[in-house]
């Protein structure tokens, strides 16, 4: 299979108490193994596809044969967005971000509280499911954007709405809070800042 599911890089009760272990353990053991697993199958049998990268299925989804294309955006989309979740949080993290990517959130949104706050904002904004989003957009400037769904800003403008590099991203589907916060969502995004692993986020920017 030419994608797979990699393990957490933290033990599962690491990111407690804002995201609780079984939460984790479902959330990555189930939901993200899903998406890998139906990713495999959806190209199975296309022999470039399954030689193509993630990342280059995720930006040329709208040039797949059709019958992938759905699927493709679905569970690549998934794979990618928990891939990179997954990498941008840790444990005895949390804090403001240093550096040139503090200094650039400052310039951009008037300080770290504006930019956490526009980014929770987006986060509740969006209806049903999907992800808010820190990226650099193609005019190279830090923008915070929401995608629905597994749709990622690499996905460009006419599939995501959206486009650019991501930096940072939050999941906002349920499954990602439902246990802990139930309808509470706002809660899960403030208390998610807790984990960012800014050092990490740095190296996206
Ligand atoms: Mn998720």
Redesign the pocket.
């Known amino acids: 299979m030419p994608h797979e599911l990699a393990p957490l890089p933290y033990p599962k009760e690491a990111l407690e108490p804002a995201i609780d272990a079984t939460t984790m353990e479902i959330?990555h053991g189930r939901?993200?193994k899903a998406y890998v697993d139906n990713l495999n199958k959806a190209i199975a049998g296309h022999e470039a596809l399954e030689r193509m990268s993630l990342d280059h299925l995720i930006a040329d989804v709208l040039a797949l044969p059709e019958a992938v294309r759905g699927p493709v955006r679905n569970n690549g989309g998934?794979h990618w967005?928990?891939t990179f979740?997954w990498r941008l949080m840790g444990p005895n993290a949390g804090g403001a971000p240093s550096g040139n990517l503090g200094d650039e959130i400052k310039a951009t949104f008037g300080s770290f509280d504006d930019f956490k706050a526009k980014f929770e904002a987006a986060g509740l904004g969006r209806f049903g499911s999907g992800w808010v989003w820190l990226l650099r957009n193609p005019a190279g400037k830090l923008e915070i954007a929401s995608t629905a769904n597994q749709d990622n800003p690499l996905m460009g403008k006419g599939v995501s709405g959206t486009e650019g590099k991501p930096i940072l991203g939050c999941?906002v589907?349920e499954?990602?809070y439902y246990l802990k916060y139930q309808n509470k969502r706002a809660d899960y995004l403030k208390a998610w800042w807790s984990v960012v692993n800014w050092a990490e986020v740095a190296k996206n920017a």
């Open positions: 959330h939901h993200h998934g967005n928990h979740f999941d589907w499954h990602a």
